[in-house]
């Protein structure tokens, strides 16, 4: 059962977990470990524990390298939402649009270049958006995270852990109604 007032931070934490990895992700590590104890009562968040384990113990160049393998080389497990429904269709051109006008009509402004269906961009804009649109948005989606967790767990990626909390987490919220 989720608690609508833990979702903005739970969404904040998944997107900074699901982000590129650099110096500052590594250094927050105990920050990160200590959000997750605040959210004790989603046991569905458990599994991000084993990857800040993953985090504590794996030099930043190898996860860079594994994060860069998985999500940017491979397109079975790419970040981008709307490639896992659409691929390279002119379909996903629309999408894509109508993702920069979900961000438009709510004042979300993105601060970086990446496509606004990139998961973590995605999950930041569900941890400041209306519940209304935060429901549209996972209804559509869960699916294609379900499928990008188990094709984690598949190739046994240090990621299938987040990606497996986070459907998982999607999954409360849309059951109870965010």
Do not use: W
Not at 85 to 114: C, D, I, V
């Amino acid at each position: 059962m989720a608690k609508q007032e833990h979702r903005p931070r739970i969404f904040k934490l998944f997107s900074v977990l699901l982000s590129y990895p650099d110096e500052d992700l590594l250094e927050s590590s105990e920050d990160l470990r200590f959000e997750l104890s605040t959210l004790s009562e989603f046991p569905t968040m458990a599994p991000c524990r084993y990857f800040l384990d993953f985090l504590d113990s794996t030099p930043l160049i190898v996860v860079e390298e594994i994060y860069t393998t998985v999500f940017d080389f491979n397109v079975q497990t790419c970040l981008n939402l709307t490639y896992h429904e659409h691929g390279e269709t002119r379909e996903r051109g629309a999408a894509l649009a109508s993702f920069r006008q979900l961000y438009k009509n709510e004042g979300y402004e993105q601060s970086n270049s990446e496509l606004p269906d990139y998961l973590p961009v995605a999950l930041e804009f569900l941890s400041l958006c209306s519940d209304e649109t935060c429901s549209a948005i996972l209804d559509r989606h869960i699916p294609h995270m379900d499928v990008l967790a188990a094709r984690l767990k598949e190739l046994g990626h240090p990621y299938h852990n987040v990606m497996e909390a986070l459907s998982l987490t999607c999954r409360e919220f849309t059951a109870k109604g965010v």
